[in-house]
């Protein structure tokens, strides 16, 4: 029995911009507070056409096997019919972040 391949479109927070990015393989992994991106696919090179964005985002991961992204920076995680461009974009607007730390120094809860 063929199982179907999954495809996740992943959407973060990196360094004050927008990275979207497509995986295989989505976990919580083994460390607390990431994700962990595994397999990650980037379009095929078949077109004349050469997407600059994408290609920046293939050199930026090249020999990576696996990501871990803070959970704090996801803004979404999408399971899709079929991959499409990875991108990075200019973050627009106004977002708040969650608060870097649940556990603070020193805080008693007694």
Same mark, same amino acid.
């Given at each position: 029995?063929? /199982?179907?391949?999954?495809?996740?479109?992943?959407?973060?927070? !990196?360094?004050?911009?927008?990275?979207?990015?497509? =995986?295989? !393989?989505? /976990?919580?992994?083994?460390?607390?507070?990431?994700?962990?991106?595994?397999?990650?696919?980037?379009?095929?090179?078949?077109?004349?056409?050469?997407?600059?964005? %994408?290609?920046?985002?293939?050199? %930026?991961?090249?020999?990576?096997?696996?990501?871990?992204?803070?959970?704090?920076?996801?803004?979404?995680?999408? %399971?899709?019919?079929?991959?499409?461009?990875?991108?990075?974009? %200019? =973050?627009?607007? !106004?977002?708040?972040?969650?608060?870097? /730390?649940?556990?603070?120094p020193g805080h008693?809860?007694?």
């Open positions: 029995m063929a /199982s179907a391949e999954h495809i996740y479109r992943v959407i973060f927070h !990196n360094q004050g911009k927008i990275y979207e990015i497509y =995986a295989r !393989n989505i /976990s919580d992994g083994g460390l607390l507070g990431f994700v962990e991106i595994e397999e990650l696919t980037f379009g095929e090179r078949t077109q004349v056409v050469v997407d600059p964005a %994408e290609e920046k985002l293939k050199s %930026e991961f090249e020999g990576v096997k696996r990501t871990y992204v803070p959970m704090h920076s996801i803004v979404r995680v999408d %399971e899709v019919e079929k991959e499409g461009t990875a991108k990075i974009s %200019e =973050a627009d607007g !106004n977002v708040t972040p969650f608060p870097s /730390s649940v556990y603070t008693r809860t007694d």
